[in-house]
């Protein structure tokens, strides 16, 4: 299966600052998305982006199909995006990373 | 519209027993996958249902199985349950068949614990 690599593991920040979380898969895919993990155990879905750059908000990722990776961006970060972020590359299921712990403090 | 639906959301279950989880997919959808989530072992694919048929696996034993009925609605059923299937287990539905520019949505999953 697609093997997914991300870093960092754990990323410590402060309110209001900006950070960027990075996926490598290891077999080129027609499909991605990123989830945020919310304390509760729910994947929110934040963007379906198989390639190019899409931005919802404070968040923004860009997926370079050709080159295996995708980056998210959080900007001016705030305590309600701590969590754990998950990039998803998917042929016939998802395939997850361990994932990128993010702590905001305020 | 109303989102995908995992009863229950918790549950305590005893070694030996067997469980069964539910899932409602958004109205529409027609592919229900699960997935389970450990601390050790992260999130793995257990199997994904279209239209009633299983569609694809995940490298799981056999007391794992599930089955989708005519309005999409899926269950996935665990028999002689052991202490390391304590997980969370998810429920995501899609639109149409995955790849046809539709992502999965997930439910806010059923936490099982085994003692």
């Known amino acids: 299966g697609i093997q997914v690599e991300q870093s960092p593991p754990d990323l410590i920040l402060q309110e209001g600052a900006n950070s960027t979380l990075r996926c490598n898969f290891s077999d080129s895919v027609n499909n991605l998305q990123w989830f945020h993990q919310n304390p509760w155990g729910q994947l929110i879905n934040l963007f379906y982006i198989p390639s190019g750059t899409k931005q919802n908000g404070r968040l923004s990722a860009t997926t370079v199909a050709t080159e295996r990776y995708s980056l998210l961006y959080i900007s001016s970060s705030q305590t309600t995006d701590s969590g754990v972020y998950f990039c998803?590359?998917?042929?016939?299921?998802?395939?997850f990373g361990a994932g990128t712990t993010v702590t905001v403090r305020a | 519209k109303a989102g995908v639906t995992q009863t229950p959301r918790y549950l305590i279950k005893t070694r030996g027993q067997q469980v069964t989880l539910s899932c409602s997919p958004i109205?529409?959808?027609?592919?229900v996958s699960w997935y389970q989530q450990t601390p050790g072992q992260g999130l793995q694919f257990l199997f994904e249902y279209f239209s009633e048929t299983q569609r694809n696996k995940g490298n799981f034993p056999g007391r794992f199985s599930g089955r989708q009925f005519s309005n999409s609605r899926s269950e996935m059923n665990v028999s002689t349950l052991e202490l390391g299937d304590s997980a969370l287990y998810l429920c995501?539905?899609?639109?149409?068949?995955?790849?046809?520019?539709?992502?999965?949505?997930f439910g806010s999953g059923t936490r099982l614990t085994v003692v």
């Open positions: 995501a539905s899609s639109a149409v068949t995955p790849g046809q520019g539709h992502g999965y949505t």
């Open positions: 109205s529409g959808h027609r592919s």
């Open positions: 998803a590359p998917w042929g016939y299921k998802l395939s």
